[in-house]
């Protein structure tokens, strides 16, 4: 039995899937590759596909994990080559190889956010000592979050379109996750105290990729 980890893109329409819909989109597919997947063993059996940190609906990813298990050698090109002839649009298999790091060694993930609507206040924003939300808690409760550290290396560009763009490195481990829209949340609720504007700004969010400590990529 080989144990292997496909990093695939989620991008276009594919955002719109959940993670439920992933799981038996990518369960579909790894059947009509014909991968020789090994299944879990039990009354109900099912293919065992683990996947890494699972974006949120409405999220694009470029670098996101799936691990499986063969239970005969294939040429990783060769999965590749057939995963990506049955998966559906929006979602491609970009390589496959043995797994190096465990999912709880995940630590960051680095995001890029696409703003448009009125973003005058984005340096204010920024700018604060404190960028205070609410975040719900793994029982259900909520509870206030400093984004501010999180914040404290992101990089925002203005463009001529219309757009800001924003790169930022977020906690995603066990032990801290930081969703990005939070900080459109955030600005959104800024917005609204300074201005009284309401929904000022959507927000268009791309993971770019996963990292162990040190900022080893996850693979």
């Known amino acids: 039995m080989r144990e292997i ?7 276009g329409r594919a955002r719109y899937i ?16 014909g991968l020789p997947i090994w299944y879990t063993e039990g009354f ?7 996947f890494a940190a699972p974006l949120s609906l409405g999220f694009e990813g470029l ?10 050698d294939v040429p990783e090109d060769e999965i590749v080559r057939r995963l990506n002839a049955v998966l559906p649009e929006g979602l491609a298999a970009v390589s496959a190889a043995e797994p190096v790091h465990k999912a709880g060694e995940l630590e ?3 995001y890029r956010l696409t703003f ?4 005058s206040q984005m340096a204010a924003f920024l700018a604060q000592d404190a960028i205070l939300v609410e975040k719900r808690t793994k029982k259900g409760g909520m509870k206030p979050v400093d984004l501010k550290p999180s914040l404290a290396g992101a990089v925002y560009t203005p463009s001529q379109d219309g757009e800001g763009i924003m790169e930022v490195t977020l906690p995603c481990g066990s032990n801290e996750t930081i969703n990005p829209a939070l900080i459109a949340a955030a600005y959104n609720a800024f917005v609204k105290e300074c201005t009284g504007v309401e929904q000022a700004a959507d927000c268009r969010v791309l993971r770019t990729g996963l990292f162990c ?4 990529p996850f693979c």
């Not at 109900?44 to 683990?50: F, Q």
């Not at 670098?63 to 005969?72: I, K, N, Q, V």
């Not at 448009?116 to 973003?119: K, Q, S």
Request: aromatic share 4%; net charge positive.
């Open 5 to 11: 980890r496909i990093r695939f893109r989620k991008t």
């Open 18 to 33: 959940s993670h439920l819909d992933l799981t038996r989109a990518m369960t579909r597919a790894v059947r009509r590759a």
């Open 116 to 119: 448009t609507g009125e973003l």
């Open 213 to 216: 400590g040190e900022n080893l």
């Open 108 to 110: 960051t993930a680095r």
């Open 63 to 72: 670098a996101e994990s799936m691990d499986l298990r063969l239970l005969e």
């Open 44 to 50: 109900n059996k099912h293919p065992y596909l683990t």
